[in-house]
C-alpha cells in the first residue's frame, strides 16, 4: 500500500531501528516508547489490522509469533515481556498496518489506563 507508513518503512524509504526481518516479518523500535524495550513487529505484507486476518493471510501471524521470542532473546526480555495489538477505533490504532507492540525491559503496570 503505497500511502501506508508502515508500507513505507519495510521498504526502507522512511527510516526505522530495525531489530530483526526475516522473509515475511519485520521489527523495529517504536519512535514513542512508552517502556525500556518497545518494537514493533509487523508483517511484510499490508494487513490493515487484527481484524483483516483470514485464513490466507493468518500464517504471517504464526511468523510474527515465532519471531517475537527471538526478539525478546535478543532484547534481553529474560523476565517476561507484553504483547499488544490495537484494533480498530475502539482500540485506539493509529497506524492502518497490523502490528504488535513488543514491551517490557520493566515490571509494566497490570491495570489499562
Ligand atoms: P498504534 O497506536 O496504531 O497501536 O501504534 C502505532 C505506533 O507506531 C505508536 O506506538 C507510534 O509511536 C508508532 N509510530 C508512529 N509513527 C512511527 C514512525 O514513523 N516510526 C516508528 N518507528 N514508529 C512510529
Ligand atoms: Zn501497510
Same mark, same amino acid.
Request: hydrophobic share 40%; aromatic share 6%.
Given at each position: 500500500m503505497s500511502?501506508?507508513?508502515?508500507?513505507? *518503512?519495510?521498504a @526502507?524509504?522512511?527510516p526505522s531501528?530495525k531489530v530483526f526481518?526475516?522473509e515475511?516479518?519485520?521489527?523495529?523500535?517504536d !519512535?514513542?516508547?512508552m517502556?525500556?524495550?518497545?518494537?514493533l513487529v509487523?508483517?511484510?505484507?499490508h494487513?490493515?489490522?487484527?481484524?483483516?486476518?483470514? @485464513?490466507?493471510?493468518?500464517?504471517?501471524?504464526?511468523? !510474527?509469533f515465532?519471531? *517475537?521470542?527471538k *526478539?525478546?532473546a535478543?532484547?534481553g %526480555?529474560t523476565n517476561?515481556?507484553r504483547?499488544i495489538?490495537?484494533c480498530g477505533?475502539?482500540g485506539c490504532?493509529?497506524?492502518?498496518?497490523l502490528?504488535?507492540? %513488543? %514491551?517490557g525491559g520493566?515490571k %509494566?503496570?497490570?491495570q489499562? @489506563?
Amino acid at each position: 500500500m503505497s500511502d501506508c507508513l508502515f508500507c513505507k *518503512i519495510i521498504a @526502507g524509504d522512511i527510516p526505522s531501528a530495525k531489530v530483526f526481518e526475516d522473509e515475511t516479518v519485520y521489527a523495529f523500535r517504536d !519512535i514513542n516508547p512508552m517502556a525500556p524495550v518497545h518494537v514493533l513487529v509487523v508483517p511484510k505484507c499490508h494487513i490493515a489490522s487484527a481484524n483483516e486476518v483470514t @485464513g490466507e493471510n493468518a500464517s504471517v501471524v504464526a511468523d !510474527i509469533f515465532k519471531a *517475537i521470542p527471538k *526478539i525478546a532473546a535478543a532484547e534481553g %526480555l529474560t523476565n517476561g515481556y507484553r504483547v499488544i495489538t490495537n484494533c480498530g477505533e475502539d482500540g485506539c490504532q493509529s497506524v492502518k498496518h497490523l502490528h504488535f507492540h %513488543l %514491551l517490557g525491559g520493566k515490571k %509494566l503496570p497490570d491495570q489499562m @489506563g
